[in-house]
């Protein structure tokens, strides 16, 4: 309220205000911190889990499970705060770009070599980088730690630390799809970002990691921002199955199509783009022509004549 003496203005506020205030910005960086000593916590247990391997060089499909967990259970956590947080605990649409990329960012520096991602497990399988066995433990290991991931975020939820996860345990069965479109708009929409980011990121692999690790981060933010209004972009069929499978409103074979099957047409079209052929099912290249580097002196083909 504002009062005017004598041709100057006084204004007071009253204290209820300042104390409602005071009681919802603690309430607000309550929150986040929560929500970052669980990020912490997650990132913590899969480190000791990639350690294991080290020990025991069998073991080293947990390297994929451990980073399939972390994605997946710190996602989870941001996607919350997507849903909830914004109206239970005053957190904007900038905060959670801006934890997505660090997520992602972090991801790729702790989990160095491994991708949680079933679709570059299998095209590692198509370039003749890994054998059917290896491949097929990758990627069961990647949708267990998923799975991991979702009963860990969920008995977090219970707890109940902050308003937010008290709204959001009390909806965790009846949660939100991720995908808001019809399955062929989905689909077309997962292939068409999967077929962009692989297509990236085969250009980038050979690049050093401080530029490669940060490019990959900014791409998949990118990716999931503009296509929040649709399927999210996931590109990540284990990081779909734990997001998204378990809510309502789609059957498991129209969340399959949408997420596994498109992302694994997108992976194989930008490899056959960005190779010209399949090494696992085409020895020939079918798109570009091969020519030699080195050409042949016309001296020498004169002399090879005369012979």
């Known amino acids: 309220m504002c009062h ?10 009253s204290p209820s205000f300042l104390l409602f205030n005071r009681g919802r910005l603690s309430s607000d ?33 947990l390297s994929e499970l451990a980073a399939s967990f ?10 919350t705060i997507v849903e909830v947080g914004q ?14 990329f660090v997520l992602l960012l972090t991801h790729g520096v702790l989990c160095p070599g491994t991708s949680g991602n079933p679709s570059l497990a299998v095209e590692r399988f198509l370039q003749l980088e890994a054998g059917a066995l290896p491949t097929a433990l990758a990627v069961a290991a990647q949708f267990a730690g998923a799975h ?15 308003d937010m996860h008290m709204i959001k345990n009390l909806m965790s069965r009846e949660c939100s799809t991720s995908l ?18 692989h297509l990236i990121r085969l250009n980038l692999r050979r690049r050093s990691a401080l530029i490669r690790v940060p490019l990959i981060a ?17 590109m990540n069929p284990s990081l779909a199955y734990g997001l998204t499978f ?61 012979k």
Not at 44 to 52: C, E, H, I, K
Not at 87 to 100: F, I, K, P, R
Not at 148 to 162: G, I, Q
């Open 29 to 61: 960086m309550s929150g986040l911190n929560a929500s970052i000593g669980y990020f912490l916590s997650v990132a913590t247990s899969a480190g000791l889990v990639r350690a294991l391997p080290q020990k025991w060089p069998r073991f080293g499909f």
């Open 70 to 79: 972390m994605l997946v259970a710190c996602w989870l956590e941001v996607q």
């Open 246 to 306: 378990h809510c309502p409103g789609f059957t498991f074979k129209e969340y399959a199509a949408v997420y596994w099957l498109s992302s694994l047409t997108g992976m194989t079209l930008a490899l056959l783009l960005y190779m010209g052929h399949i090494p696992r099912l085409f020895a020939k290249n079918l798109l570009y022509c091969q020519k030699t580097r080195f050409r042949v002196p016309k001296g020498d083909k004169s002399e090879k004549k005369k």
């Open 148 to 162: 991991l991931a979702l009963l860990a975020a969920r008995y977090y939820w219970s707890l109940e630390l902050t």
């Open 218 to 234: 900014v791409l998949l933010t990118f990716f999931s921002h503009i296509a929040r209004s649709y399927t999210s972009a996931f």
């Open 87 to 100: 109206w239970a605990g005053g957190l904007g649409q900038d905060v959670t770009v801006t934890m997505l």
């Open 180 to 197: 808001l479109v019809p399955v062929v708009q989905g689909f077309s929409t997962e292939c068409a970002c999967a077929l962009g980011f």
């Open 4 to 13: 005017v003496f004598k041709q100057k203005p006084r204004c007071w506020i």
